[in-house]
DNA sequence: ATGTATGCAAAACATTTGCACCTGG
DNA sequence: CCAGGTGCAAATGTTTTGCATACAT
């Protein structure tokens, strides 16, 4: 099913495109790092290397099919590309991420891009704070 | 006079530090990083080793003197922290960036927070696009 | 068959750290 | 004088790459 997909990027459908697609999938709003991608099929026992998964996903990313996201940690995380944007909150402490989308946010951008003579092509919004859970309303920043 | 945003931050007064800051002030809204400030002392012939250039940087960072922003592309840009809070509309070709603040953005993203539980820490806005220069309104991406 | 993909190991970066020496207060 | 700061070089962590082998079409 997610052959279609890969064959739209113009990539051979191999095992660990699809092993990859598969974990993306199934970690769904969660993003995941390559190291993340490897631990996880490494434990499901499948055969695979760290530079495969970088280099797929940075094809997936080309082919639009994952967005990769520069967070704050010094490394990448990605998650699928399901059409709609959406922005970012995150919780500092146990790292929790929801997504969002608001029209009002998104309207001002125009406004304010166009304000400054700029032709909007992406923007990334990420709100960082603890989210309801006990331990990360009190804890250690 | 800048020793005593230095002395505040409970650090001692060194040549590498009061330079550092000199840097980032004569950058102004312009975004460095930390290999940026490293090339324009060594060209004016300061001595000073990069090592010194990512401690100094990290430790006002805390002392909030400066700001660290995670842009794209896999290393950190500071600039001098101004008080104010701003988010961040940077061209995509040739990189400049504009600071701006929005009110009702600003008012939204407390409100989505609320309504998703989280406790706002900080947040981060930048928008991506190309600057009316005409270079970059028609150039490759 | 043949152009791509992959694995491995080494390289390339950005950033951090251990340690001996230097310096500001 | 002495805690703290600095330079250097080596270590770290993430991501990329060269090359020989393996695979999809």
Redesign the interface.
């Known amino acids: 099913m997610e052959d279609v997909e890969i064959r739209k990027a113009g990539l051979k459908v191999t095992v660990p495109r699809l092993k990859i697609l598969e974990v993306l999938e199934k970690c769904g709003d969660q993003h995941v790092s390559a190291e993340d991608v490897y631990k996880i099929l490494i434990q499901q026992g499948e055969e695979i290397s760290l530079a495969t998964i970088y280099r797929v996903l940075t094809q997936f990313e080309t082919a639009q099919l994952v967005i990769r996201h ?5 490394f ?1 995380v990605f998650e699928l590309n399901r059409g709609e944007h959406h922005d970012h ?1 995150l ?2 402490v146990c790292g929790k991420v ?1 997504e ?1 989308t ?1 029209d ?2 998104e309207q ?2 125009l406004e ?2 166009k304000e ?17 859970n006990p331990e990360c ?1 009190m804890g250690k920043a």
């Open positions: 520069n967070f704050e940690g010094g990448a909150i919780c500092v929801v969002f608001d009002v946010i001002r951008q304010i891009a400054m003579g700029f032709e909007i092509e992406d923007h990334s919004l990420v709100i960082y704070g603890r989210c309801n309303k």
